[in-house]
């Protein structure tokens, strides 16, 4: 049954070619067959909604996709997120879930290596050894071990990942049954590896980026704004998937939302934006980069403006909350596994129980940090208080110290109360603003699923991605 579905699949990508946007209510036919658990119901039909409205911004970024984005990449976002890792996968994830009590992540955040080519401000890749490396090997196996619990959705960071192309384009070759994602500073993009981007099919690009030339360069170093710019033009010329990340603080909050630069993004081709609040991870990190709260409300309220009036998938890993019902690390959703092989909750926590050289992923999922995240999250009520770090830095205390979890920062182990006191006072300020800010979203007027207008457009804009 499954090959037969596959085959009427690759026979609906392939005639995608002339009119494909009058096609897609078939291929969403095709989802709900492939649905047999009624999973994704509510996510296909909000996407029928959604992509039959030719006057939706989402009717114009799928057309925009559809017309600018090679047909192999599309190929590929369609089978291995919407079929394997969203559907296919899912099921097996929930039925593991069920049966041993613990989470198994959608995607896997794996760091191929430390080493990066630049030294920006405030990195918490710096706190690594600089040396170490994941062997193509071992994240052959981490893929291999993912793809049996249903994980087929994989993203590279640092380090800076394309210091090591060649064993990801490598992956992607082996497993071309997955997606992938690699956060890049975009300093090693050139015309050989679009091509083999173009080959392979299934891995996109998220450039690093904070905003304006000044605001990225205080943070990357002079000059690398321009470079970030020219590979995202070599990009587009290649009829290539990509889209830009942005650490927002206090110093480039607002370049980063404004919209003179998201105009910018998506006249160079992005279609997706990827939105991470600063946070003080290292001995030496700096505490005056955390947005204030004033300023984490400005990007909960632009963003959600990007979303309804811009064709670019725009994320806000902590102000998302809400949507997600609360943190996604711990392998809820996803996890974080460095150079060294030590498997984290999250790319911002730094402290873990075991490492993959000498567990399996499974038995990792297993560990005692991973089982604290299981237990107590969600680690507020209020979801737009969603970081057991940033917002509830007590619950990452316990869980540490009651797991027995050590530091895996090489160059200066942190004690995880010392690291929590430089987000004490942040998370204090947050609170109040993130309290009114719930209160006023869970007034909105639903149209009686239960769900607001706002949260319905989230999951939709969700599912094209």
Known sequence: MRGIENTALDLLLRSLGSNPMDKLPVLLSIAEKLDRRNLRTNEIQLLRRVLTDKTSIWYQFT????????????HKIVEC??????VTGTERARALKAQYDCNV?????MDPTSACNLSCVGCWAAEYERCSNLSYETM????????ELGIYFYLFSGGEPLVRKEDIIRLCDE???CYFLSFTNGTLVDDELCRELLRVGNLALAF???GDEAATDMRRGAGTWAKVVEAMQRMREHRLLFGYSTCYHRYNTESVGSDEFVDHMISLGCRFAWNFTYIPVGKDARVDLIATPEQREYMYRRIREIRQTKPIFALDFWND??????????GRIYLHINASGDVEPCAFIHYSNVNIHDV??????????FKAYRERQPFNCNYLRPCPLLDNPDELVSMVNESGARSTEAQAPEPVEELCAKTRDAAEKWAAVADRLMKESTEEPDDGTGECEAHQELRAQASLV
Request: aromatic share 6%; glycine share 8%; hydrophobic share 35%.
């Open 63 to 74: 057309e925009g996709l559809l017309s600018d984005v090679d047909r192999k990449s599309l």
């Open 81 to 86: 997120l919407l079929v394997n890792a969203s």
């Open 105 to 109: 992540p959608w995607a896997i955040l």
């Open 140 to 147: 052959d196996s981490i893929c291999r071990q993912g793809k």
């Open 175 to 177: 497993h071309q049954d």
């Open 208 to 210: 690093s980026i904070e």
């Open 321 to 330: 909350g809400e949507y997600t019902q609360g943190c996604i690390a711990g």
């Open 360 to 369: 399996t992923l499974f038995e990792a999922l297993q560990s005692p940090l």
